[in-house]
């Protein structure tokens, strides 16, 4: 049975920094992806970070880039969103999820990916 759980989510000041984490198990493929998206209500949901299990290349969308930074531990099985320099806009309900190559085009992301699985989701709050 594949898990992905997210944790380290919370409320932060802007321009403070945030990581979360995405335990996954049960879940091997040499093909693939593990993703952020994130949910702010009202809105779309949107691609943010993917990572590509095979090779380690990484992947941000343009709303993200140079402030995240998607890694994974695999001793551990985790996959992480470090955040720096918080935004307001940043403010949303964080998803991680897993899938092989392939699939669907995320535009955001430049990549193709087929999302299987989902995490539960952790809240982030940047607010003053």
């Known amino acids: 049975q594949v898990q992905l759980v997210e944790s380290g989510g919370g409320s932060v000041q802007p321009g403070g920094s945030l990581r979360l984490s995405c335990a996954v198990s049960?879940?091997?493929?040499?093909?693939?992806?593990v993703a952020w998206f994130r949910q702010a209500p009202g809105k779309e949901r949107e691609a943010v970070a993917a990572i590509l299990i095979r090779n380690l290349n990484t992947y941000y969308s343009d709303s993200v880039r140079g402030r995240f930074t998607i890694s994974q531990d695999n001793a551990k099985n985790t996959v992480y969103l470090q955040m720096n320099s918080l935004k307001p806009e940043d403010t949303a309900m964080y998803y991680c999820?897993?899938?092989?190559?392939?699939?669907?085009?995320?535009?955001?992301?430049?990549?193709?990916?087929?999302?299987?699985?989902w995490g539960q989701g952790t809240q982030v709050t940047v607010s003053s």
């Open positions: 999820a897993a899938g092989d190559r392939g699939g669907t085009w995320y535009p955001a992301l430049k990549i193709y990916m087929k999302i299987q699985y």
């Open positions: 049960g879940y091997t493929a040499s093909g693939a992806s």
